[in-house]
């Protein structure tokens, strides 16, 4: 059954995406999902995107990460609570007939819930416990699908339930909220990637590791290049609400880790030569998923 959320669903993918990236072996539908997607025009990144979205990344960027997490988190409760004082003003002025009632008391239990769910979920994502933050964002989910089952249950499944209205103005608080998190999300790759760029350049200088590795090194140092202007050009269509442009530059933006990464791995027959930049590419990889399933949601 398809449902129409009257909770920002958009900003809870969001979250989804960004417990999944901290959660220490989770590789959930949501993770396979994305790295379909992001993977579609060549299958080889799927299984790096799977690894990168599924480890636990103790790196600079979770910093960034937390700030995604918690912008959604603050913006789904917002929304409840927009969504409980609605149905509690509407109670009040007890205009329902008796069914309608019947649901309205029924879903403002259940955004009560819910608001006390992403409560709970934003003090768990502060103190990193992922695992609860995750169990707690999924309840507070469960609340708004259930409270749209009840309707299609009490009215049937061609009625939008009044609650389902409230998300349905394009000028949404919870457009911009997406707009804003895919700005910062971007922001954050072209740190990323600057900052890779910069290591690769420092490694080439010093003449730091394996010989064998420097053509790999100088070729990934042209792939971060290109992906420090691909992101570069997609904010900059982001901005200008050209999605289409901005998913195909971050598309290519993302080919930066996984052709660095390659690189090495066609090296490495018949030598022992490990990736130096395997984390990073990993790092990078991970957040400019985070943007591209943004650019695909607004």
């Not at 129409?4 to 995406?17: M, Y």
């Not at 922001?187 to 010093?206: D, E, R, W």
């Not at 730091?208 to 090194?217: M, R």
Request: charged share 25%; hydrophobic share 35%; aromatic share 8%.
């Amino acid at each position: 059954m398809s449902h129409l959320f009257p909770f920002p669903f958009s900003t809870i993918f969001i979250v989804f995406l960004v417990l999944n990236s901290f959660h220490d072996g989770v590789n959930g539908d949501l993770v396979s999902d994305v790295c379909k997607k992001a993977s579609k025009t060549d299958p080889k990144k799927h299984h790096f995107c799977v690894t990168s979205l599924s480890a636990n990344p103790a790196s600079k960027h979770a910093r960034d990460l937390s700030d995604l997490g918690l912008i959604s988190m603050r913006t789904c409760l917002r929304k409840a609570t927009s969504i409980h004082s609605y149905i509690a003003k509407n109670l009040k002025q007890g205009k329902e007939n008796p069914t309608e009632k019947q649901w309205f008391q029924r879903c403002l239990e259940l955004y009560s819930s819910a608001i006390d769910g992403v409560q709970k979920a934003i003090e768990s994502f502060k103190i990193k416990d992922y695992s609860s933050a995750n169990i707690e964002i999924t309840t507070a989910k469960d609340s708004s699908v259930t409270c749209e089952d009840l309707f299609k249950e009490n009215f049937g499944p061609d009625l939008t339930s009044p609650l389902a209205k409230q998300d349905a103005n394009p000028a949404s608080k919870n457009a911009h909220d997406l707009l804003r998190l895919g700005l910062i999300s971007m922001k954050t790759c072209l740190q990323k990637a600057t900052s890779i760029h910069s290591y690769i350049a420092k490694m080439l200088k010093g003449g730091k590791g394996e010989p064998a590795a420097k053509p790999c090194l100088e070729d990934c140092l042209n792939s971060y290049t290109d992906a420090i202007r691909s992101v570069q050009k997609a904010a900059a269509s982001f901005k200008i609400k050209d999605y289409n442009s901005a998913n195909i530059q971050m598309s290519a933006a993302m080919d930066a880790s996984t052709s660095c990464e390659d690189g090495f791995k066609e090296v490495v027959v018949g030598q022992d030569l490990t990736s130096p930049l395997a984390k990073q590419d990993g790092d990078f990889f991970q957040l400019a998923g985070i943007s591209l399933a943004i650019t695909r949601m607004v």
